[in-house]
């Protein structure tokens, strides 16, 4: 079972969704959700979207503060990612049961393409926001092809055309944006507009150039593993396959497939027993599209995944935003987590943005009687036992608990900088250590990070992370902190080892003489009060009030410096309020020290009790002995 969140509703009484069906106990014995659940959402946010439609139903201009591409984009983006949902609401249906929906987005592709129009639609230009749209309209407009494409007046399928043309021979951003243009120009070519058959195969190779094994793309050049290898870089190859049709190369297509399958039997392991994706990465906002590969791969054949568990997984994460507000009372989908929180956003991110969203209601293309929509549910694999699951790609190493229900990330690989000698900002969403199902990283905060302390305080970021390698239960990296005024920096190299809940982190620090170092462990958060906080020699703990339970104890090198608890307000995707412990060693004896601190992060009440039997020591050839919690032992080099 998992851990509630503190300020979870009734979950039979909704008031953001208020017309929502009876729970399934038969069908979905975990969830209560079915299709009708699916369709209920779809058609509520839809719904609430119409009070921001432009007259001409072109564009909609929601509230909120807008992204970095303007307000007239930010509109186009409204328009075209609700097309997405409205499209397999259509399609699912064979076109019925949906009272003036197709209308309403005929209208709009009429108005927006209108070169003289007031509701017209800004231009595709080199590396705009509208190439990312116009691979949204592409995929709508085929999915609903016989009842709203073939039906358009003459004049404005040209219209629609001429503009979606304006990808041809564009420049494009080397990232999934590639795709995009791989999918809007197959879409002209279906329907018989002029395109560059070149430019849709280069980008199918670049993506080729990013693969990088066992399901992974990096999303550009660099290391840059997210959830954008779940709702971009496995989702359009198989939604481009379904709009070439025989134009596809089959052992292409057969390759794509191949690789979901392949993703898909790591990906099931990314969402907790109740319901919540891991909190990394960016895009966030788009929540519940991590859900988007899970209904692909059924979609394709292309699935390891039982037709029930398929099904459990998708509706679990729909179910747990549901739950905590997801979308708002007005029917809105905010720019945030649960409530609005505009640290998980970028400066592409506008009102509009986290309607990407759209792509978990894939499923509803599987016909009612499709056994993704009929077979009972059968559990996460969180659900059944403990998993630990290294992924060398990446460089993560997941393991998960049956007991609370937690599925813990350890990053020994992501941090989305461009390859060398290029430096970018040190993101919370990638930089850290660790991720979970059941917290968020702090916005800026200590939390999962080890860094030299300058002499105002200020940490040293982690910055590039250099993999070491990860294998059975452990993983490795290094990073070079930089001080002030520094140009070298200082290596530190971690070894993570996991076992059940904990990990066990094995640090060797090369620091100058007298220069503090701090680490901090999983920052807790809720709405309804502050965590808990206990601290001591060497130790510190945070607590939720439902009992969820982050823990620092330092093992070796730490000195009997008692830990500390930060706590905060407004800085955590998860809460109000947040606690973060972490430990401190008040001055390096300069050279390379081994510090060695037990990390836990648990809801399991035995967990708790048992944390204390930890225990760490050097052996004569200098690899250390670890020993955790409930006396398994492990050694590290």
Do not use: C
């Not at 304006?166 to 791989?182: E, H, I, M, P, T």
């Not at 054949?301 to 994460?317: K, M, Y």
């Not at 649960?338 to 792509?359: C, E, H, I, M």
């Amino acid at each position: 079972m998992s851990a509630p969140h503190v300020s979870l509703p009734d979950p039979t009484h909704l008031p953001n969704l208020p017309h929502l069906p009876p729970p399934d106990p038969l069908t979905s014995p975990l969830t209560g959700w079915t299709r009708a659940h699916w369709e209920a959402i779809a058609d509520r946010l839809l719904d609430a979207l119409t009070p921001y439609a432009s007259p001409g139903l072109a564009q909609y201009r929601l509230p909120g503060p807008p992204s970095h591409s303007g307000a007239w984009s930010d509109g186009l983006e409204g328009f075209a990612r609700s097309f997405l949902l409205a499209a397999f609401r259509i399609a699912g249906s064979g076109g019925q049961g949906v009272p003036g929906l197709i209308e309403r987005y005929a209208a709009g592709l009429a108005a927006g393409t209108d070169p003289r129009g007031p509701d017209r639609w800004p231009p595709i230009t080199d590396r705009s926001q509208p190439m990312v749209e116009a691979a949204s309209l592409a995929i709508a407009l085929h999915e609903t092809r016989p009842w709203i494409w073939d039906r358009l007046d003459d004049r404005v399928r040209q219209r629609v055309a001429d503009w979606l043309g304006g990808f041809v021979g564009a420049v494009v951003n080397d990232s999934n944006w590639r795709l995009f243009q791989v999918i809007t120009e197959e879409f002209l070519a279906s329907v018989g507009a002029p395109h560059n058959r070149t430019e849709i195969d280069a980008g199918l190779a670049r993506l080729e150039d990013w693969y990088r094994g066992d399901g992974w793309y990096t999303d550009g050049d660099g290391r840059k593993f997210d959830y954008y290898n779940a709702w971009a870089l496995h989702l359009y190859p198989v939604l481009w396959a379904r709009i070439a049709g025989p134009r596809a190369d089959p052992r292409l297509v057969a390759e794509h497939r191949r690789r979901l399958r392949t993703f898909l039997h790591a990906h099931q392991h990314f969402f907790g027993a109740d319901g919540a994706p891991v909190h990394q990465g960016r895009s966030l906002t788009y929540r519940f599209a991590t859900t988007a590969p899970l209904w692909a791969g059924a979609l394709a054949d292309a699935t390891p995944l039982p037709p029930g568990r398929t099904r459990r997984l998708a509706s679990g994460a729909l179910k747990h935003f549901a739950e905590r507000g997801v979308p708002d009372a007005q029917g809105l989908l905010t720019l945030g987590w649960y409530g609005p929180f505009l640290p998980v956003t970028q400066r592409y991110s506008g009102p509009a943005s986290p309607y990407w969203a759209s792509k978990a209601f894939l499923g509803l293309l599987l016909p009612a009687d499709h056994p993704v929509w009929t077979a009972p549910e059968e559990p996460g694999p969180v659900e059944t036992a403990d998993v630990r699951l290294a992924l060398p790609a990446p460089g993560w190493l997941l393991h998960s608990t049956a007991a609370d229900g937690i599925v813990r990330l350890v990053n020994h690989g992501s941090d989305r900088l461009p390859p060398p000698p290029a430096t970018a900002e040190d993101s919370p969403h990638y930089a850290r250590l660790a991720y979970s199902s059941a917290t968020a990283p702090e916005t800026p905060g200590p939390d999962n990070h080890i860094a030299l302390l300058a002499s105002d305080g200020t940490p040293t970021p982690r910055g590039r992370i250099h993999p070491l390698g990860v294998e059975g239960s452990r993983a490795a990296s290094w990073h070079r902190a930089l001080l002030p005024g520094e140009s070298e920096g200082h290596r530190i190299e971690t070894v993570s080892v996991v076992h059940g809940p904990w990990e066990v982190r094995v640090h060797r620090v090369d620091a100058p003489p007298g220069t503090p170092v701090r680490e901090g462990g999983w920052a807790v958060a809720d709405d309804t009060a502050p965590p808990a906080a206990r601290t001591g020699p060497g130790w510190a703990l945070a607590r939720r009030a439902d009992g969820l339970t982050s823990a620092l104890v330092g093992l070796h090198g730490w000195g009997d410096e008692d830990g500390a608890v930060v706590a905060a307000a407004g800085s955590n995707a998860y809460g109000h309020h947040s606690a973060t412990p972490f430990l401190t060693l008040p001055s390096h004896p300069g050279g390379t020290r081994l510090m060695v601190t037990l990390v836990v992060l648990s809801a399991d009440p035995v967990v708790h009790a048992s944390a204390e039997g930890a225990r760490a020591r050097v052996v004569a050839d200098g690899s250390v002995e670890i020993r955790f919690p409930d006396g398994t032992r492990e050694f590290v080099s």
